[in-house]
């Protein structure tokens, strides 16, 4: 017995505290220990109803964000205002508290003569967690009037319609504990505040009228048609913007429509249509556009050219054809308007560097023309010797010829060495600023003036006479950089005769000579050396012991013609070390 | 003797043939020079082949 006793003990034990595990294991808890005062003694808060609730123990996996208070004036029969207040569970187990003033119930209800009842709601937007309504409790409380009864109406937690209504009478419920969350609700309370009853479909969740004004209740709905269309719980937004991964279909035009049943659990009146929204059934429309670029079509004609074409037309290129026909015919165009203005340009190019030749030309021979008019001036070779013209040189034989080039030879060389040094200076001036290259289309006669004055400047004695500016000028005529050299080729000429034979024929090889860049007098040397040695390879060691001053070898050679011998030797003595070193290689291998 | 004259010859000519590179620019050189570089030039380049053909037996 005493075993039962103790086995029903533990069994009871074990269920009483079961629905509080129950209760702590809900997501949201109801409020516990509604109430409801009405104010009737202070002066600006008389008439005023506060709706009083405790806070859960805190043991639920979504704690209340807000609590949603619901009051009619018929025990929600045809009237269903809601109102939330904008904080949510703080600490377990404290009241919190609402405040309808007396002038808020006019506004709402017309009246304030009516029995006010109210229940709350703890709700968590985040997780969609709603906890059940709490018993609908009421008050009368009229203006100034203190409230007589208090009335407690337990109603089942799945319907208002079918509730078992128990009044009792009870004495006056003591004030609840001060709450400091208690505000002054402002007037009129702001439309956002208000819960309305409208349920979508496959949300569990309870709308305000702020929801509908931002229109969350739409973007519930519109989730709630995409989840069951795309599989995504997406705004239509989200879908438009590609959140949502769809397999196109051929939508061009879709109209969705939207029902929201009806589950109104009280009738609101039309005249409070601003205040509250009438759960009418709302229709949205929707409109998915999908903007997709239709492929183009092309229409395939097929016909037979030789029905259609006349006799004469043989052939109709195909359009690959007549586009490379195009492009070839573009082509070659182009190719030869670039050929054609290549040749205009290389032709006009050459015209005018024929131009400029033809220019230069006339220019040079209209200068070589006043030089050889100066020339004649200054050596006036008619004062000695009778100058025959062409006509007068044809009618004379070979012989005579030749022996009246001699004799005018002579005459010039005559004259010239009567003339003065100025004088001779004066006439290589004016060949050299022409250069003496440009002789080549002078008279034979100017060609001997002027060698005469150059073999008559080149004298040892006299260009021992000649001032510095004048030996620059031989030195100018020559060919050569370092005035020096004139004195030294003097020297030379009057020693060797090599050179000598080179400055005697130096203004005719040089004429001769006149495409050659920078010619000058060792060219000339050179030249006569070679052709002595090629007649006389002997003559090219006849060497003269007594003239060797070893300390001295090299005095006797000008500036022009070192760097000559230095051109010319230094490669040859690379190219036989070269030579050596392969045939080293050669032989090592 | 005149076996070895004509041998000795020879091998002159064929040692000048040799050198013909070499002589063809110290020629070069001669004519390019004047005055006392071009006679001690030549005068050394003679010198100088001569000595070689008369070592032909001690250089070898």
Known sequence: MLNKLLSLCGVMFLII????????????????????????????????ITVTWQESDGFESSPPERYAIAFSNDNFVETNYAVANSTGWETALSYKSYVFTASYRETIFGTTADTFYAKVRADNDTDASYSEWTGVISIDCNYGSTATTTSSTTTSSTTTTSSTTTTTTV?????????????????????EEIIVDIVVEGVNKTYTQADVNDGTIERDQERIDNEAAYGCFMTDAQIDRGDCIIIKEEVIDEEIIIEDKENVEIVIPEDVVEVFDTPEEKKVEIE?????EQPIEFEVIEFDLEDVAPKDVVEIPIQDEIIEDIIQDELDETLSIDDKITEDEIQVENNDDKIIQEI???????????VEEAIKEIVKVEEIIELKNQEELNTL???????????????????????DQEDQIEVIKEVTDIGITNLDKATKKTKQ???????????????????????????????????EDVAIIAEAASKEENIAQAVDEYVE???DNANVENYNLSDVVVEIAVENFIAD???????????????????????????????????????????IGSFIMRKSF | MIKKIFNYIVEAIKETLNLSWTLVGLIIACLTLTGQAQQITALATLITLIIWLLTIKFRS
């Open chain 1, 17 to 48: 505290p079961y629905p509080l595990a129950l209760a702590d294991h809900v997501p949201t808890q109801t409020p516990y220990d509604i109430s409801i005062v009405c104010d009737s003694d202070g002066d600006t808060t008389k008439g005023n």
């Open chain 1, 449 to 483: 003036v002027v060698q005469a004055v150059v073999n008559e400047v080149t004298k040892v004695e006299n260009v021992e006479t000649l001032t510095e500016e004048q030996t620059e000028v031989v030195a100018d005529i020559l060919g050569f950089e370092e005035t």
């Open chain 1, 288 to 292: 998915i556009l999908e903007f997709e």
């Open chain 1, 397 to 419: 034989s070979q012989e005579e010829v030749v022996i009246y080039e001699e004799e005018v030879k002579a005459a010039i060389v005559e004259y010239v060495e009567d003339l």
């Open chain 1, 360 to 370: 230069v030309e006339s220019e040079e021979e209209i200068e070589l023309i006043e």
């Open chain 1, 509 to 511: 090889r040089a004429s």
């Open chain 1, 171 to 191: 004495p006056p419920k003591p004030e609840p504990k001060p709450e400091p969350y208690v505000e002054p609700e402002p007037l009129p309370p702001p439309p």
């Open chain 1, 537 to 579: 390879p002997i003559s090219i060691i006849q060497i003269d012991f007594n003239e060797i001053t070893i300390s001295n070898i090299s005095s006797d050679m000008t500036s022009s013609q070192k760097e000559k011998a230095q051109e010319v030797v230094v490669p040859v003595i690379l190219a036989r070390i070269a030579t």
